[in-house]
């Protein structure tokens, strides 16, 4: 079970930070991802963190976005920095490189305007 949160409305070169609770499963032995729905467009893999700590990212988000965890509360964030039009969508959580569909959430909206 994965709860996103955070999302929201942020002007052009703003910043949020998303946060994945997870539950039922132990976020120490997944490696999890963030992957991002624009309107209309297939969902995409941004941001993921492998069990050992080492993160890997998308080209379009690179320098941008932070993966990070804190394991002893079982949660996963996304640091979004200096976010652009194209950045909005709806964020979801679930497992990388290959997602579990019994794992998807509802997602966290971003909306990027001024």
């Known amino acids: 079970h994965l709860v996103e949160s955070g999302g929201g409305l942020v002007q052009p070169g703003g910043s949020l930070t998303l946060s994945c609770v997870v539950s039922g499963l132990s976020i120490t032995f997944l490696r999890m991802g963030w992957y991002h729905q624009a309107p209309g467009q297939e969902r995409e893999l941004v941001a993921d963190m492998e069990r050992s700590g080492e993160e890997n990212y998308a080209n379009a988000v690179k320098g941008r976005f932070t993966i990070s965890r804190d394991i002893a509360k079982n949660t996963f964030f996304l640091r979004m920095n200096n976010l652009e039009p194209e950045d909005a969508g709806v964020y979801f959580c679930?497992?990388?490189?290959?997602?579990?569909?019994?794992?998807w959430g509802q997602g966290s909206p971003v909306v990027v305007s001024s």
């Open positions: 679930n497992t990388a490189p290959w997602p579990r569909h019994d794992l």
